[in-house]
């Protein structure tokens, strides 16, 4: 059960877009529509931004997407804004009723 | 409006015990599956357990199989994590969340165990 592989960091200026990475495997990833995002602000608990690989919860900021592409799943946020500096977490599905979490990416808005 | 709260940590000593409960409401608890989701002082989340809606069914991440036990009781929408054996490296937050869409939807504020003697 090795944890995901996200990038540990990422920057963008406010308005422009970044993509983060979650690298699996052919085992989880790759191999169902089950992957998840979330953001997590210092010291407050994680928030659901995508399910399902692309779906948004209710009410969220349409300038939040995702995608997979084999065993690669991606979060973009586009017109970056201050507030969306945060760690963010990705999470699959590993089968037998087990999930994996990536290592978490710092998202700074310069 | 959904609400988990968690209550039970604090300080344990190496091999020591402890029962952690998320309390829920705002929804109909029996309906969902929970997990229990943790974060090492400074680390990344880590996924920990998981059970169906009427507790016949849970799974467990490797490093906590066998020393932690999870569990519900519908009748007091309460979900439980019983954590046995406990060692250093399991100091963290530890927080619920419910499920929806294989993802962790909703979650609680945490509540933080420190194993240390």
């Known amino acids: 059960q090795s944890a995901l592989t996200q990038p540990a960091s990422v920057s963008g200026s406010p308005g422009q877009s970044i993509t983060i990475s979650c690298t699996g495997t052919?085992?989880?990833?790759?191999?169902?529509?089950?992957v998840s995002w979330y953001q997590q602000h210092p010291g407050k608990a994680p928030k659901l931004m995508i399910y399902?690989?692309?779906k948004r919860p209710s009410g969220l900021s349409n300038r939040f997407s995702g995608s997979k592409s084999g065993n690669t799943a991606s979060l973009t946020i586009s017109g970056l804004q201050a507030e969306d500096e945060a760690d963010y977490y990705c999470?699959?599905?590993?089968?037998?009723?087990?999930?994996?979490f990536g290592g978490g990416t710092k998202l700074t808005v310069l | 409006e959904v609400q988990l709260v968690e209550s039970g940590g604090g300080l344990v000593q190496p091999g020591g015990s402890l029962r952690l409960s998320c309390a829920a409401s705002?929804?109909?608890?029996?309906?969902?599956?929970m997990h229990w989701v943790r974060q090492a002082p400074g680390k990344g989340l880590v996924w920990v357990s998981r059970?169906?809606?009427?507790?016949?069914?849970?799974k467990y991440a490797d490093s906590v199989k066998g020393r932690f036990t999870i569990s519900r009781d519908n009748a007091k929408n309460t979900l439980y994590l019983q954590m046995n054996s406990l060692r250093a490296e399991d100091t963290a937050v530890y927080y619920c969340?419910?499920?929806?869409?294989?993802?962790?939807?909703?979650w609680g504020q945490g509540t933080l165990v420190t194993v240390s003697s």
């Open positions: 059970i169906n809606r009427d507790g016949s069914d849970t």
């Open positions: 969340a419910r499920d929806a869409g294989s993802s962790c939807h909703d």
């Open positions: 999470c699959s599905y590993a089968g037998s009723g087990t999930f994996l």
């Open positions: 705002g929804f109909t608890f029996s309906s969902y599956w």
């Open positions: 399902e690989v692309s």
């Open positions: 052919s085992s989880d990833v790759g191999s169902y529509n089950l």
